[in-house]
């Protein structure tokens, strides 16, 4: 595990309580539970001897979760590929059959309607690979971090841009640039 993720990490979540005092009166009394959907651009690559391989299949997936305090929650995904990634001079199609992660969400607010987050936690994934050949499966579970923005133009929703690393393990690499929509309760 690279110590550069951990500091990373750190920094985005754990300055959050101390940096958001200052902006505090613009969560109160809104609504700290969430459900919502996202679409993400997979990106798998594959470390294949000296070569490397990129697919970026397409994901879709659910979320749900709440906060604890004002700026400290935690959120849990599902995500099943919608679309493999295809390599045609490799013959070789590679998909996210499913995804399932758990965070600690850190939640800064930066205005009433903006937000910057962080998430620190582990998934585990399985992906779908088919050649001419053969097929098989890689599943695997590892630590899982990513950042981004929160939108809320009106109280009840919110839109979201992020990046998330869900894993780094064996020859594979999982990262996904992902947009959403989060229905507040």
């Known amino acids: ?6 500091m990373l990490s750190a920094l985005l979540i754990l300055p959050a309580q101390a940096l958001a005092d200052r902006v505090h009166i613009f969560q109160e009394g809104r609504d700290s539970y969430w459900m919502g959907v996202t679409a ?16 970026q299949p397409v994901a879709a997936g659910v979320r749900i979760g709440a906060l604890a305090w004002d700026y400290v929650g935690a959120e849990l995904r599902l995500a099943a590929g919608v679309r493999e990634g295809r390599d045609r001079t490799l013959e070789r199609e590679d998909t996210l059959e499913h995804m399932i992660s758990g965070f600690i969400v850190g939640h800064l607010p930066i205005t009433r309607d903006i937000s910057l987050r962080g998430y620190l936690g582990g998934s585990e994934l399985q992906v779908r690979t088919e050649t001419d050949a053969a097929s098989g499966r890689n599943t695997q579970s590892d630590f899982a971090w990513g950042a981004g923005g929160l939108w809320r133009p009106v109280d009840e929703l919110g839109l979201t841009l992020e990046y998330m690393h869900y894993s780094s393990k064996y020859n594979l690499d ?4 992902e947009v959403g929509a989060m229905f507040f309760f």
């Open 1 to 6: 595990m690279k110590i550069w993720r951990w």
């Open 174 to 177: 999982v990262e996904s640039f």
């Open 40 to 55: 993400a651009q997979i990106n798998l690559e594959f470390d294949m001897d000296e070569d490397e391989l990129k697919q």
